[in-house]
């Protein structure tokens, strides 16, 4: 079945360092790549998206990179502060309505 | 602009009892609806979807089932909760399977 791989689990940076956290999708139709950010006891906030015929995007301190070829996508973090301390999750569209989440990577930085 | 809510925002049910999870969204016309359950330190799991008024999908075969009785409210039921129900609900809409907003959650404790 489809599957989003996740990794790490866990991430800790310094502040002002910078965070990568990868993706690998399974089904090739996939065409629509959301990242989250979810603070404890609060609902998944999208801070960035990108779609299959864009190879990169970015806003302001995140980036997101996407492989079709490979089946990755990446999330990037400039300059980190300790407000992107945060659970954050990949998803990749299956099919016109749905997602499929990744795992999650609990995100800790070091002030 | 568009608005999720989610009530109640706890709720703590003895195994046995009934369930009634209410989810309604502001501001927009026709959304897809979702009902999305988080295991405490896991990831998102897709329980339903809804494209439409009285139109229901079913992911995860169990003991929960959703209706959708007006356009922009999504309900999530049981009739006899299990321990294994527990856990962090989350509502979302979308357009036109695009972005997926979420709302607050629900957080269930079943005893």
């Known amino acids: 079945g489809e599957n989003v791989e996740q990794h790490p689990s866990t991430l800790s940076v310094q502040e002002g360092d910078s965070a990568v956290i990868k993706c690998t999708y399974s089904?090739?139709?996939?065409?629509?790549f959301p990242w989250y950010k979810q603070e404890l006891g609060k609902g998944p906030q999208l801070i960035i998206d990108?779609?299959?015929?864009?190879g990169e995007k970015k806003d302001q301190r995140i980036a997101v990179t996407l492989n079709k070829t490979a089946k990755h996508f990446s999330l990037h973090i400039t300059e980190t502060q300790p407000e992107d301390s945060a659970v954050y999750f990949c998803?990749?569209?299956?099919?016109?309505?749905?997602?499929?989440f990744g795992t999650g990577t609990r995100l800790k930085v070091l002030a | 602009s568009q608005t999720i809510h989610q009530w109640p925002a706890t709720l703590v049910q003895p195994v046995g009892s009934p369930l009634s999870l209410e989810c309604t969204v502001e501001?927009?016309?026709?959304?897809?609806l979702y009902w999305y359950r988080q295991a405490a330190g896991r990831g998102l799991q897709l329980l339903f979807y809804?494209?439409?008024?009285?139109?229901i999908s079913s992911e995860v075969p169990q003991n929960l089932s959703a209706s959708r009785p007006q356009d922009r409210q999504f309900i999530l039921s049981s009739k006899k909760l299990l321990l294994s129900d527990s856990g962090f609900y989350l509502c979302?809409?979308?357009?036109?399977?695009?972005?997926?907003?979420f709302g607050p959650g629900t957080r269930l404790t079943v005893t």
């Open positions: 979302a809409w979308s357009l036109n399977g695009n972005e997926q907003y």
């Open positions: 089904d090739s139709a996939s065409n629509y």
């Open positions: 990108i779609r299959s015929n864009v």
């Open positions: 998803a990749a569209s299956i099919g016109t309505y749905k997602y499929i």
């Open positions: 501001g927009t016309s026709n959304p897809n």
């Open positions: 809804s494209v439409g008024i009285g139109q």
